[in-house]
């Protein structure tokens, strides 16, 4: 059950972050995961996902919290100079993708929120449990991971 009620915290975190404005999907989905990884990485990689919202830069590509979700998994699945890539990275990624694409149909933003205005609380409140579902579907992924899951525990104590 513990799983289960960390898991749906994740998701209201990274679904506060966005409707209180304070991240945009992939920045809040990179803040609420890094937060649940016990902060390996600085606040500051939040910068990183700063250029995807509103699907890559307002360009209406790849939808912003899956940007952001890929690139949590990537905090614990990717590699440093030099490594080796991680055999479970892509598997991963690539599930997160089809995870999204079955709920919603597509994981294109301008797809998304075709049937949204742009800067409606209707859109708003679609994107925000858009970033919620892939911030909750990579907590569970991460809980589910033996290695990843003992390191979150550690970082707990």
Known sequence: MEK????ESVRKEAEGYFQ?????????????INQLLGSPFPEDVCKLASAFPVG?????????????????????????HGEPM??????ISAA??????KIYKST?????????????????????????EVAAWVAEKLLEDPEIAQK???AKK
Do not use: Q, W
């Not at 890559?56 to 440093?80: P, W």
């Not at 991680?86 to 598997?91: A, S």
């Open 4 to 7: 289960n009620l960390i898991v």
């Open 20 to 32: 209180r404005g304070e991240f945009f999907c992939s920045e809040a989905v990179v803040h609420a």
């Open 56 to 80: 890559l830069g307002k360009s209406g590509c790849l939808c912003g919290a899956v940007s952001g979700g890929s690139m949590s998994l990537g905090m614990a699945y990717g590699r440093k």
């Open 86 to 91: 991680n055999e479970k990275m892509f598997p």
């Open 96 to 101: 997160l993708h089809d995870h999204i694409k």
């Open 108 to 132: 294109c933003c301008r797809i998304l929120v075709k049937n949204y205005t742009f800067g409606s609380p209707e859109r708003k409140a679609h994107c925000v449990e858009i970033t919620g």
């Open 152 to 154: 979150i525990e550690m």
